[in-house]
């Protein structure tokens, strides 16, 4: 045991010595039933004598935070509820960390207030699938067999691009979609969070700019407001981002990045046409700017057509493709990849040792195990059957519980419903109100980069609960948002060409934010 003891201090050293145990008990570091050191051996550690450990005990024994065992030792004792363990500061914080500053948006829904998360909560503001759906049991077997087929090897740091065999099954999964790709231009990530912080780091230094749809992915506007880049948006519609705009902007201020979600954007749904595909990676070419292809749940489609990938449009090096298992099996997996070709994959690559050395190895090995032999296209074929059941199941209580004003998209894949607020509704004063019944959602706001642009919209998860936990969310968002729906809350009535046919019209709160538009 390491403890920090001042023999200079006024303080006697036995006061330090039950002043530590007295933090760890009130802060539950040390739990009830716990046995502190014996005695004689805390003594010795510390280099103390035996009387002034046994002075510190006996503070403890009288405050009632241990008990005394004959023949056994000191044990914890429960405390009372609300008893804290902070050490009393002298003054504030050192001056370093008062001039910290946090670049990014603080997300609306991180400031609920603990009282409103009551034990029936339904969470409907998830970015993520549903884990329970992952086979655990057979991914548990997996792990068991790789430590036994490989050992040591499977617990060491591993590859810094990741795990060989991995990385060659991903290149044949990427075949399957049009992207020619090989196991020496796939770096694994830790997650796509990590990718897009990595894409960032190397091509924006601070100061540069880099183009992002409006609204778009929360993260990414954290990861770039943190490195202090100047953001520009593009609106975007039914059929995705507006090339047209987004021309405009590339002529006047000549962005180092250009990052889109093409397929099943988040939050809006939408897709990317396949037109407006070709002629984006004819603009980056045009203006020699690299794209950052967020492919988060490209395989998660419920009716329509398949795009084609930008990057198995790319003709030479243009985009840079990201995507993720985190998305599709458990988020706590964070395993994700990225696809790079020419020098900027060496760079990534550099980059990626710097930032972890390495993405799990023992995880990669099962992953690859659990992908080659085609369990990963069963469990997407069985998920994006039942995502697709909630997504109807979404939108009819939608349809039956929303007041008047409200519209909604039909997303054709991905795990989110856009909501467009009745008019003089406001995200940021409903929230609260949801909460009171009992559910969230996740605001508008978090996904611009101006929130009150955002207002008027909020995110709703469909994949992450059942049909019945959906039916009763909704309901109560509904009665948080003072009435049913009538025949203006048609699922309909986001879907027409004729309502969406702007490329504003996803993208700004005063477009889309009246009942009549």
Excluded at 100 to 119: H, K
């Amino acid at each position: 045991m390491r403890l920090a003891l001042d023999s200079d201090s006024s303080e006697p050293v036995y006061a330090q010595i039950s002043g530590h145990f007295r933090h760890s008990i009130l802060s539950d570091n040390l739990r009830p039933g716990v046995r502190l050191p014996a005695v004689r051996v805390l003594a010795a550690n510390l280099g103390v004598s035996r009387g002034t450990v046994e002075s510190a005990y006996a503070e403890l024994l009288a405050e009632g935070l241990i008990t005394s065992r004959q023949g056994s030792g000191f044990y914890v004792l429960p405390h009372a509820p609300g008893e804290t363990g902070g050490f009393p500061r002298a003054g504030g914080w050192p001056a370093w960390q008062d001039r910290l500053r946090y670049g990014g948006f603080e997300a609306m829904s991180a400031y609920l207030p603990e009282v409103s998360r009551q034990t029936d909560w339904i969470a409907l503001d998830g970015g993520a699938c549903d884990p329970r759906l992952f086979p655990m049991d057979e991914f548990r077997r997996l792990l068991g067999q790789v430590m036994r087929r490989d050992g040591a090897a499977a617990v060491e740091y591993g590859e810094i691009a990741g795990f060989g065999p991995l990385r060659a099954t991903l290149a044949q999964v990427l075949a399957s979609q049009g992207i020619q790709t090989g196991p020496g231009n796939i770096l694994i990530t830790a997650g796509s969070q990590q990718a897009l912080s990595l894409v960032a780091g190397l091509i924006l230094p601070p100061g540069s700019s880099v183009v992002v749809e409006r609204p778009t992915y929360a993260g990414a506007l954290d990861v770039f407001r943190s490195r202090n880049l100047r953001i520009h948006t593009v609106g975007l519609d039914e059929d995705g981002l507006d090339v047209d705009e987004l021309e405009g902007i590339l002529r006047r201020h000549k962005p180092g990045l250009i990052y889109t979600i093409p397929n099943f954007h988040n939050p809006t749904g939408a897709c990317l046409s396949g037109q407006r595909r070709r002629q984006l990676i004819s603009l980056a070419g045009r203006f020699d700017v690299p794209v950052l292809e967020d492919d988060y749940v490209g395989d998660i489609r419920y009716e329509g057509h398949v795009q084609p990938t930008l990057k198995s449009l790319d003709p030479d090096g243009r985009v840079i493709y990201m995507s993720t298992f985190s998305k599709m099996l458990i988020p706590g997996l964070r395993v994700g990849f990225v696809v790079a070709d020419g020098p900027v994959y060496a760079h990534l690559l550099r980059s990626k040792r710097c930032h972890d050395l390495a993405t799990c190895n023992l995880i990669q090995r099962a992953l690859k195990d659990y992908v080659s032999v085609g369990r990963y296209a069963a469990h997407l074929q069985r998920s994006c059957t039942l995502y697709r059941r909630r997504r109807d199941a979404m939108l009819a209580a939608l349809e039956r519980h929303m007041p008047s004003g409200t519209r909604w998209t039909r997303p054709k894949g991905g795990l989110f419903v856009w909501v467009n607020l009745p008019e003089g509704t406001k995200a940021s004063d409903l929230l609260p109100k949801a909460c009171g019944k009992g559910v969230i959602f996740a605001p508008g706001g978090n996904f611009h980069l101006d929130p009150a642009q955002g207002e008027g919209f909020m995110r709703l998860n469909f994949a992450s609960n059942s049909e019945e936990i959906i039916e009763e969310g909704i309901r109560r968002l509904g009665r948080a948002m003072g009435g049913r729906a009538d025949t203006l809350g048609r699922a309909d009535t986001l879907g027409r060409a004729d309502t969406l046919g702007r490329a504003d019209t996803l993208g700004r709160a005063d477009t889309l934010g009246r009942a009549d538009t």
